[in-house]
């Protein structure tokens, strides 16, 4: 929605409340000094100024309404998108990291997302379809496993920062920039019907993401407790 002030955009993994939100105007994946800082409200809304709505936006920090939990994740959108969520962040990542047209990424999280075909990936937000009284059951199915799997998607990737802030040397903006690199890489190279559960997807997704030293029961233990808490989610 345009208002006086800007664009009104979504922050959603379930609403984050104050979350922080800004524009990187340099691509670097880090928030500088000089960049916009801005927080939602208990609905997840901002405002983007009608001056930058050609900037990526990453989000990070807040409270999770629906569990009442701090988000301890980072999530993205490209230029011009009004909704910031898990499958917004992939389709990012697919466009900036692993340098796929913007199209073809478009087309990639949407497949992956599982999402209606009246639904556009960059719109999307299951939970306003979830909480409505008026959904009908088709819409709400299919918000619903749209919902899971991005559940999963920033379950992983949260897990992985978890993992490089133990394993390696390694915080911050950029920790979460490799997370989301080697996510998205890895799932373009998954032939795997459900990777979450998949053994040897989410073994090779721990083994890029810890010291290389890190031996293979140790990968198989983190891989496992991994498959175990996607597999919670339902």
Do not use: C
Request: aromatic share 6%.
């Amino acid at each position: 929605r345009i208002t006086e002030e800007g664009i009104l955009a979504t922050v959603v993994d379930g609403y984050i409340d104050q979350a922080n939100v800004y524009f990187d105007q340099n691509g670097n994946g880090q928030r500088d000094l000089t960049e916009i800082l801005l927080q939602t409200d208990s609905q997840g809304q901002f405002t983007v100024p009608h001056q930058l709505p050609g900037l990526t936006m990453v989000a990070y920090g807040g409270t999770d309404t629906s569990t009442g939990a701090s988000f301890d994740g980072s999530m993205s959108a490209p230029a011009g998108i009004v909704v910031i969520n898990p499958l917004t962040t992939l389709v990012e990542s697919v466009s900036s990291a692993q340098e796929e047209l913007i199209d073809r990424a478009v087309a990639f999280g949407q497949a992956f997302g599982q999402l209606p075909l009246t639904e556009h990936v960059l719109a999307f937000d299951p939970l306003n379809i979830l909480l409505s009284p008026e959904a009908d059951q088709a819409s709400y199915d299919a918000a619903l496993e749209t919902q899971k799997i991005a559940q999963q998607l920033i379950n992983t990737s949260v897990f992985a920062e978890g993992l490089m802030t133990t394993q390696v040397d390694s915080s911050g903006d950029d920790q979460s920039a490799k997370v989301w690199e080697s996510l998205s890489r890895h799932l373009l190279a998954s032939n795997a019907t459900d990777p979450f559960s998949d053994e040897t997807f989410n073994q090779s997704l721990v083994r890029d993401l810890v010291s290389e030293d890190t031996d293979a029961s140790t990968v198989q233990r983190i891989s496992n407790a991994l498959v175990a808490t996607n597999s919670a989610i339902d």
